[in-house]
């Protein structure tokens, strides 16, 4: 089956600066790469997604790379804020999701 | 629009005690799931479901049994409970159309002492 790593596992920014988050895959097959957002005490929330054919995907301060040929994903958050401390979870798909570890992601104010 | 709703929120049972987890979904969703997720293992598939009267395994389905009696609710249960169990369980649900957009519940924290 699919096989996401994630990395790191936890990420500590100053307010305003960005942060990036790592992922690789192991079944080239997979075709779908969401990324969700969990805060404390609430479910992972869908924040962006990317699917095999686009290289790219922006959404205002948050941004998604996909490389196929080296199988790994990337997302990106720019101008972070407080409010973007929350773990972050990566996920692969060919029919069904397989997530990474998570990223503790907290922005110091 | 409530979305995605689980109870109870949280929950502690003794070893070898039953219980059964309720999710519910007012999107007319076709899928259901049932995650469990624990500290540094990401999100676990445990069972699934793509339509009223119907589910599958998932990845870690031993000790859970499912049931899909009507489209928007999705029950899990633990026959009899093991500390093993200790996690927290989250439902979720997608659309037939697009199935890999999945919606997530807010979250069960089930503790098996």
């Known amino acids: 089956g699919e096989n996401v790593e994630q990395h790191p596992s936890t990420l500590s920014v100053q307010e305003g600066d960005s942060a990036v988050i790592k992922c690789t895959y192991s079944?080239?097959?997979?075709?779908?790469f969401p990324w969700y957002k969990q805060e404390l005490g609430k479910g992972p929330q869908l924040i962006i997604d990317i699917r095999s054919n686009v290289g790219e995907k922006k959404d205002q301060r948050i941004a998604v790379t996909l490389n196929k040929t080296a199988k790994h994903f990337s997302l990106h958050i720019t101008e972070t804020q407080p409010e973007d401390s929350a773990v972050y979870f990566c996920a692969a798909s060919i029919y069904k999701l397989s997530f990474g570890a998570g990223t503790t992601v907290t922005v110091r104010a | 629009n409530a979305g995605v709703t689980q109870t109870p929120k949280f929950r502690v049972l003794k070893t070898g005690q039953s219980m059964t987890l309720l999710c519910a979904q007012d999107?007319?969703?076709?899928?259901m799931y049932w995650y469990r997720q624990d500290p540094g293992m990401g999100l676990r598939l445990i069972h699934y479901s793509v339509g009223e009267g119907t589910t599958a395994k998932g990845e870690v389905p031993d000790g859970y049994n499912v049931s899909r009696l009507k489209k928007q609710n999705f029950l899990l249960g633990l026959e009899s409970a093991a500390p093993s169990q200790t996690s927290v369980y989250f439902c979720a649900s997608s659309a037939a159309g697009t199935v890999l957009e999945q919606y997530f519940g807010p979250g069960t924290r089930l503790t098996v002492t």
């Open positions: 999107m007319n969703h076709e899928y």
């Open positions: 079944d080239s097959a997979s075709n779908y």
